[in-house]
């Protein structure tokens, strides 16, 4: 129904910056609610940001926040996640996720249960 294409992904140094898009097949205004995932390896998938369509409310990790930014283009259907500031420990595999009925919300957004569309992933390193 809906499909979801991550890029963006790369190698960087500590304290370098990436930017990483999500596109969607269908307009961005049929989905509630956009996040971003990552997936350590051999560790379980945490939620990292998301953001809803109306008023375009944000929600970030206590581990990203202030470092990262969410934000969608809707012309576009697009959301995309500014990472600044990189450190070792946001090495991951990166998932951009929609929900197309619920938007999101303080309690619910950062369970990945929640969404119904996942991306392919894009990597993200960042080591010395």
């Known amino acids: 129904q809906v499909q979801l294409v991550e890029s963006g992904g790369g190698s960087v140094q500590p304290g370098g910056s990436l930017t990483l898009s999500c596109a969607a097949s269908?307009?961005?205004?049929?989905?509630?609610?956009m996040g971003w995932f990552r997936q350590p390896p051999g560790k379980g998938r945490e939620g990292v940001a998301a953001i809803s369509t109306v008023g375009d409310n944000t929600y970030y990790s206590d581990s990203v926040k202030g470092r990262f930014t969410i934000f969608r283009d809707y012309a576009k259907s697009t959301v995309y996640l500014q990472m600044n500031s990189l450190k070792p420990e946001d090495t991951a595999m990166y998932y951009c996720a929609a929900q197309p009925y619920v938007y999101c919300t303080t309690f619910s957004w950062s369970q990945d249960v929640r969404y119904d569309f996942w991306g392919q992933g894009t990597q993200v390193t960042v080591s010395s």
């Open positions: 269908r307009n961005a205004y049929s989905q509630k609610c």
